[in-house]
């Protein structure tokens, strides 16, 4: 009898194993990004941005403070790209490899443009804004290469911020599409207590 009860309890425990494993390992539910459950998912043209980042713009999970809200005409009311909080200071990475295609002021703001290498014809362009440059026009940067720093001023956010957009052409996508599962989702990892399962003598 006794042996019945130790088998049944390690089949729980392997059975709670297995599915603690495939909840932890499945795909996000559909509309689940950074931004958090009111984000607006990848349309269009964003299911096929391929996901070449490496590095956040900024930190290394930054706190995304307005998602992308693509607009429903190309004038349209929207936010094209997303808001990363960050202060005045901070090192703005690239997030992929490629190279500088404008580093300057644009209305009043410090602009970083970056083409991203093997993304196609035309290429995909990441912008980060307000940005104080430490790179010019044609340098070749890789994935994480601190390409200036968040402006003081200049930022149209309410806190802190850098935008951070992507392109294709004249094509607004969201840029948080660039960043693969690993990066985009990986959170701390958590040990979950087993309860009702007796310690093996």
């Known amino acids: 009898m006794r042996k019945s009860a130790f088998t049944r309890a390690c089949t729980r425990l392997v059975l709670l194993v297995v599915l603690t494993l495939a909840a932890l390992l499945a795909p996000p539910p559909p509309g689940l990004s950074a931004a958090g459950a009111g984000a607006v998912p990848p349309t269009g043209e964003d ?31 929207g936010h094209r790209g997303v808001d990363l909080a960050a202060p005045p200071g901070t090192p703005v990475r690239a997030v992929a490899a490629g190279r500088v295609s404008f580093a ?14 093997g993304t196609g014809d035309p290429p995909l362009r990441t912008t980060y ?18 390409i200036g720093t968040v402006a003081p001023t200049g930022s149209h956010c309410t806190a802190p911020c850098v935008h951070w957009g992507l392109l294709r052409g004249d094509t607004y996508l969201n840029p948080l599409t660039l960043l693969p599962p690993w990066l985009l989702h990986r959170g701390p990892s958590r040990l979950l207590p087993v309860l009702g399962v007796p310690v093996p003598e």
């Open 47 to 77: 299911a096929g941005t391929p996901a070449v980042g490496r590095a956040w713009p900024v930190g290394v999970r930054p706190r995304v403070l307005r998602g992308w809200e693509p607009p429903a005409t190309v004038y349209g009311r």
């Open 104 to 117: 300057g002021r644009v209305a009043g703001k410090g602009v970083v443009s970056v083409e991203l290498t």
């Open 129 to 146: 804004e307000p940005v104080r440059a430490s790179v010019t026009e044609d340098d070749e940067v890789t994935a994480g290469e601190v």
